[in-house]
């Protein structure tokens, strides 16, 4: 159980294009999503937090308008790399936050990352 | 604002020997979470172990095991009888749920070789 899928999980798009990555949560609802981007060799820097059915919150720094997050649904965040260059080209990863009965406790389960190259 | 700090960019253990991943953090908060995350060559994030900081005893998982010391703000991870298979990037993460936003903030890492 508490499988996040991403789709695509490679894209190369050439500047100026946009592109749209889908985080989906497969058996379970979030109503909370995270999206990550990694760099080469580097750590995970949380983007923004992606809440259904209202506008997500972005961390200091990250560009609103270039990086539109849409949580239409309790399964599905997506987001759109506007206008990409290449110093977009990156690895992106989600991640969804769920009530684990298990572990009695909000767990976060990742997504298997979405690298997107800009050419 | 929170931190957390790997201070240890690589680290290489033979195989079936011990070895101990430093982190620490800084906070002001007195219930957080604390975890030690994998990313193999996959870069699929695995979920290693987790401490309540609310509890004293260290958190155990097979042959992971943690060293928490909620004064020292200290959390390293030990592995013990290190396989191949543990070979990954090691991130030390944080989270607090005062706020509810279930944010998580995650040190720079550590690249764990084994060998063999």
């Known amino acids: 159980g508490a499988v996040v899928s991403q789709h695509p999980s490679w894209v190369i798009c050439k500047s100026g294009t946009s592109v749209k990555i889908e985080c989906r949560s497969l058996?379970?609802?979030?109503?909370?999503m995270f999206w990550y981007r990694q760099f080469p060799k580097q750590s995970l820097m949380l983007m923004a937090t992606?809440?259904?059915?209202?506008?997500?919150?972005?961390e200091q720094g990250v560009e609103k308008d270039k990086f539109l997050i849409n949580h239409a649904s309790l399964t599905l965040s997506t987001l759109t790399v506007t206008s990409a260059h290449p110093e977009d080209s990156s690895f992106y990863i989600c991640?969804?936050?769920?009530?684990?009965?298990?572990?009695?406790?909000?767990?976060?389960?990742f997504g298997p990352g979405t690298r997107l190259t800009v050419t | 604002a929170q931190t957390v700090t790997q201070s240890q960019p690589e680290m290489s253990v033979q195989e079936a020997e011990t070895v101990t991943l430093s982190c620490t953090y800084d906070t002001s908060e007195s219930d957080y979470y604390l975890f030690w995350y994998k990313q193999p060559p996959s870069r699929q994030m695995i979920l290693v172990i987790r401490q309540e900081a609310y509890k004293q005893q260290n958190a155990t998982e097979n042959r992971f095991s943690v060293n928490f010391q909620k004064a020292a703000k200290s959390f390293s991870l030990k592995i013990s009888d290190s396989q191949l298979g543990d070979a990954a990037m090691y991130f030390c993460?944080?989270?607090?749920?005062?706020?509810?936003?279930?944010?998580?903030?995650f040190g720079t890492g550590t690249r764990l070789k084994v060998l063999a």
């Open positions: 058996d379970f609802q979030a109503t909370t």
């Open positions: 992606s809440n259904e059915g209202s506008k997500a919150t972005y």
């Open positions: 993460a944080y989270r607090s749920d005062t706020s509810g936003t279930y944010k998580y903030i």
């Open positions: 991640s969804a936050i769920s009530w684990n009965k298990g572990t009695g406790q909000y767990e976060q389960y």
